[in-house]
């Protein structure tokens, strides 16, 4: 592993301006987009006068009308995904050479411009050019965020500082959909506002909560990458021996293990962006055509399934840190997508409920460690193009997923199978599918990337040593 530059020391994790800077521009943006999140389906069929009234307790979106709208569900989730993998891996190069912070800025300023525009959509055609648009800026943000965050965090507290980056973040997804149900819900009574102009008081919201991180970000955020930190002669120190290049741009040969691994983590990826892909968009279509289209409700499930998740993330990362990475990610990744197959076979509120939560908690414990080892395997000068490389992967699967899911879900929703004495409705299908092939990425990191964890490698298994440089 190339050993990184000293930035800060790793003590003051939990106060480091820093880190908590990336992280609440992560939260900030989560909150806005939470905010939206419970009512974006019904937005969509809305603005092409699929709902004759706006939702509340006690009304169900008829279910051939959820099926002919969620083929274009999946195309605008596909889109969103389509523009970000093509770009994740070349804003990623820029953020090396040209810096972290310009991208950051320019892409939270896109979020919020886009925000206002989607409340002002008049047809799907609209939200789908928002959401290309959207992907845009989002490459723009979270693989350069993510970068700078490893450039600052040691690897002896990684995962901890991931569980951190997570947890803070995860804060505006917990509020998010709780406070765009009350907005709703505030907009439908008090306002009184018909269809679908009930659906854009969130949007314009979101854009007030999102603007401050591109503010914070522009008087508070160092610049943290190696071109920039190398041009303006802020490295200091260094654990090599060697001088440090005056060329960022130049490759740097990996070790035969270290390409092993990242073509692991690449097939992996492209796996988990398949399966969070297919399931993301047929959970919101099958919770509001089999349980509820009460957006408030939707929105406390997935509030208090944040919350909940929220919980293990730092000590999850706290105990990759001490005992190892590896199993954490892998364990915690099968419980979630166990919990996604029985998501579909759930019947009510409770139900679906509980086993939501099982998931969230699952993904929580699963993915510090699992982002500790994508940051111990990628050497810094490249970590800015690999993340964008690896989000790029988990953005190509999660543009087909959609689709396919849409697809699946359009076809099977009205379906049910006859297996001896076994009712399944057809609707399992893309569920199952999604589970599936989350369980190959699973596979895949139990069986070809190796632990990276500086305790449970020995010396001479490195390619270099792991040394704390924070």
Known sequence: MEAEPALQETRKLYTNPRVMIIAIDAMLIMLGFGIVAPSMSFYLIALEGGLAQPPGPGYIVPENVVAE??????????????????????????????????????????????????????????????????????????????????????????????????????????????????????????????????????????????????????????????????????????????????????????????????????????????????????????????????????????????????????????????????????????????????????TNVAQVGATWVTQTAAMSISQPALRAIQADVVPWRLRGKLFGTIQAFFNAGATVGPLVGGVLYAIFSLVVFEIGPFTIPGFVVPFWLAAGLGAIAVFILWAYVDETHFVKVAPHETDEAMTDVT
């Open 69 to 346: 709208f969620a083929i274009i569900l999946g195309v605008m989730m596909a889109t969103f995904m389509g523009t970000r993998t093509l770009l994740a891996r070349y804003w990623g190069s820029v953020s090396d050479t040209r810096g972290r912070k310009p991208l950051m800025i320019v892409g939270l300023l896109g979020y919020t411009l886009l925000l206002v525009l989607f409340g002002f959509a008049q047809s799907w055609i609209h939200l789908l050019l928002i959401r290309a648009m959207q992907g845009v800026v989002s490459a723009m943000v979270w693989p350069v965020a993510e970068a700078a965050l490893m450039d600052i965090v040691g690897p002896k507290r990684r995962a901890e500082g991931l569980g951190l980056y997570m947890m803070v973040s995860n804060i505006g997804f917990i509020v998010g959909p709780g406070l765009g149900g009350l907005l709703y819900n505030f907009s439908r009574d008090i306002l009184l506002l018909p269809v679908p102009d009930v659906f854009r008081v969130p949007y314009f919201i979101a854009a007030l909560i999102v603007l401050p991180a591109a503010i914070f970000t522009a008087v508070l955020l160092k610049e943290t990458a190696p071109g920039k930190l190398e041009e303006t002669q802020l490295v200091t120190q260094t654990t090599r021996t060697e001088s440090v290049s005056s060329s960022p741009e130049m490759e740097f040969e990996m070790s035969p293990k270290t390409n092993r691994m990242m073509r692991a983590l690449y097939i992996m990826t492209l796996a988990n962006g398949l399966a969070m892909g297919l399931g993301q968009p047929v959970f919101q279509l099958f919770l509001m055509s089999k349980i509820t289209s009460d957006i408030g409700l939707i929105g406390f499930i997935i509030s208090g399934a944040g919350a909940i998740g929220m919980l293990f993330s730092i000590p999850a990362g706290r105990y990759a840190d001490k005992h190892g990475r590896k199993g954490l990610a892998v364990y915690g990744a099968l419980g979630a997508r166990a919990s996604l197959a029985v998501i579909p076979l759930t």
